[in-house]
């Protein structure tokens, strides 16, 4: 059974900086890629971006491109998502999950995380 568990997240104000990760226990098939998405307040969930563990490729939503970069650790079976120059639009929860790579890009999933809350303040 695959547990993801978030951290990282918490108050920070805009222009600023933080860094998620998703722990994945359970997870040993190469063939999960992994991913974050987020929901704000009245909002649906939406996609953030992606990484393919077996070749590292990522994918990213336009509004997060260039400023959310993912990376991961497979030896710790664990992703990042480095969240720069932050705008209050980007307060939400943020989720961690895991599925096929294009799957996820389509806003499905295999496992989900508890989701770690993210707030910016203007």
């Known amino acids: 059974q695959v547990q993801l568990v978030e951290s990282g997240g918490g108050l920070v104000q805009s222009g600023g900086s933080l860094r998620l990760s998703c722990a994945a226990s359970?997870?040993?098939?190469?063939?999960?890629?992994m991913a974050w998405f987020r929901q704000a307040p009245g909002k649906e969930r939406e996609f953030v971006g992606t990484i393919s563990r077996s070749t590292g490729s990522t994918y990213y939503a336009d509004s997060v491109k260039g400023r959310f970069p993912i990376s991961g650790d497979n030896a710790k079976n664990t992703v990042y998502l480095q969240m720069n120059s932050l705008k209050p639009e980007d307060t939400a929860v943020y989720y961690c999950?895991?599925?096929?790579?294009?799957?996820?890009?389509?806003?499905?999933?295999?496992?989900w995380g508890q989701g770690t809350q993210v707030t910016v303040s203007s």
């Open positions: 999950a895991a599925g096929s790579y294009w799957t996820l890009t389509r806003g499905a999933a295999d496992s």
């Open positions: 359970g997870l040993t098939a190469r063939r999960y890629s």
